[in-house]
């Protein structure tokens, strides 16, 4: 076998991912052995497991969850006896989880004071929109959120991701104060490295540069220890949640974001990740279609306070204080219209993603218009879609032909072959995959970001404009 293939087989067995799943089945191992172990007190466990099944039914139900929750741990307990109910107390009693969700909480708390509200702003939306006043005024008020609507600012649409790329550069290198870069996937190519490329630059003429990924939405896109070499650049940067060796609950929290904040003057959000694909440099999956938007003018600075939240979650240095990075200067918007970036995550009740397609939903009067990846929708949500529709809405929806998880794709279908039966229009993007989320309602109000269903809840945000 020649060199540069041992190499190559070195590099795979020795990667971070095949270690931790190696570790991983070797736990599960132990734990089916110990179990086997004490097979002549199966009667006593038995009746034990059976027990702590029937507890996690009675704590599961009499939770204060949705009902779609309550029925995800329901089903599996009810199906699997023996180990559900054991499940259940694992996952509700992860003292590390809950650790960390205290952190979030604390620091969201923090940072919603440091973007003050326009009163004024507020008032011309309840006079000019009050069928969309109580979305915006939701996600404004409630405690742990408490984002900003704002005027003064300009927004241009990407309806591709090769479109938003250039400008992505273009701002990169105007950058005089800080460049924040927060991806849930970033990949070794040519796009990266174009950004990397200026990135470096910044960072030698003093310019504050942080880089944060998702640990596992990387995994394979990047070494294991790039951090490190980043950091040699003069780059500040984080995995976020890097997968370990161990079964944890934790790593179901994810960092879905791609946000990129430039002087907390510009900022760019959507679904587009930091790798050749979304751009279409490569074509896995056929045409990558994809969308973006980028803020210039006073909504920009929202989005250095949320990279600057999660940043904080795992650092351990002194508070960060949002306000030290607040761009001092004016900016006069050629646009109208109103802005309000937002951000979401599982550390509370609030499932502000969720209540904010949900309003645009029961609100429309003549269309919604919605793109998505991964069509799965829990009851209320199919609810909503198909109620609007029936009360002469047009409803439509667009999901990829060609899928880049086939499990998510089949549930998709499932889901749109109900809702077709009920009057509500879905299509597929036949020259590849759409990976963009897009709300669109009446010619009033959109959302463009990185929420990808409402069965999943992780770290995201979008913008949502009256």
């Known amino acids: ?124 939306i309840r006079s000019s929109f009050p069928h969309r006043f109580g979305t915006v005024n939701f996600t404004h008020r409630n405690e742990f959120v408490g984002y900003s609507v704002f005027k003064n600012t300009d927004v241009k649409y990407y ?119 979304y751009v279409n440099l490569t074509s896995p999956y056929g045409c990558w279609k994809d969308t973006a938007v980028r803020l210039t003018g006073d909504a920009a600075f929202s989005f250095a306070a949320i990279f600057l939240q999660m940043w904080q979650i795992t650092e351990r240095k002194k508070q960060i204080d949002p306000a030290d990075f607040k761009p001092d200067w004016e900016y006069k918007a050629k646009s109208g219209g109103y802005i309000m970036p937002y951000a979401d995550a599982p550390n509370d009740d609030y499932q502000v993603g969720e209540f904010v397609y949900s309003d645009i939903i029961n609100k429309a009067r003549r269309y919604v218009h919605i793109t998505s990846p991964y069509l799965i929708l829990d009851n209320s949500m199919k609810t909503a879609l198909v109620n609007a529709a029936r009360s002469g809405v047009d409803v439509k929806l667009i999901i990829p032909a060609k899928p880049d998880h086939w499990y998510a794709y089949y549930v998709a279908l499932e889901d749109a072959r109900e809702l077709i039966e009920k009057g509500v229009e879905v299509y597929e993007f036949t020259p590849g995959f759409i990976h963009a989320k897009n709300f669109c309602s009446d010619d009033e109000v959109a959302v463009v970001g990185h929420a990808i269903d409402q069965g999943r809840r992780g770290r995201r945000g979008g913008q949502h404009k009256p």
């Open 159 to 277: 309806p591709y991701g090769e479109d938003f790329w250039p400008d992505l550069l273009d701002a990169l290198e105007a950058a005089e104060k800080y460049i924040f870069l927060e991806y849930f996937i970033i990949g070794l190519g040519e796009m990266w490295n174009t950004v990397l490329d200026i990135l470096k630059r910044k960072a030698a003429q003093g310019v504050d540069v942080r880089v944060m990924y998702d640990g596992v939405g990387s995994l394979l896109q990047i070494p294991k220890r790039y951090p490190v070499e980043l950091v040699r650049y003069g780059i500040k940067c984080k995995a976020f949640m890097p997968l370990v060796p161990f079964l944890s609950t934790l790593q179901n929290n994810r960092d879905h974001r791609k946000i990129a904040v430039i002087d907390g003057k510009v900022a760019f959000n959507g679904g587009v990740n930091l790798a050749d694909e």
């Open 1 to 124: 076998m020649p060199k540069r293939h041992l190499r190559k087989l070195r590099r795979v067995l020795f990667s971070q991912a095949v270690i931790v799943v190696f570790l991983m089945i070797f736990q599960l191992t132990v734990l089916f052995g110990a179990v086997l172990m004490a097979r002549e007190y199966v009667v006593f466990l038995d009746a034990l497991l059976f027990l702590v099944s029937t507890m996690a039914v009675i704590s599961a139900v009499n939770s204060d969850k949705d009902p779609t929750y309550k029925l995800a741990w329901v089903v599996p307990i009810t199906i699997f006896p023996l180990f559900g109910g054991l499940f259940y107390f694992y996952v509700q009693g992860q003292t590390v989880t809950r650790k960390f969700f205290h952190r979030v909480k604390y620091i969201d708390k923090t940072f919603t004071g440091a973007i003050p509200q326009s009163e004024e702003v507020l008032e011309e």
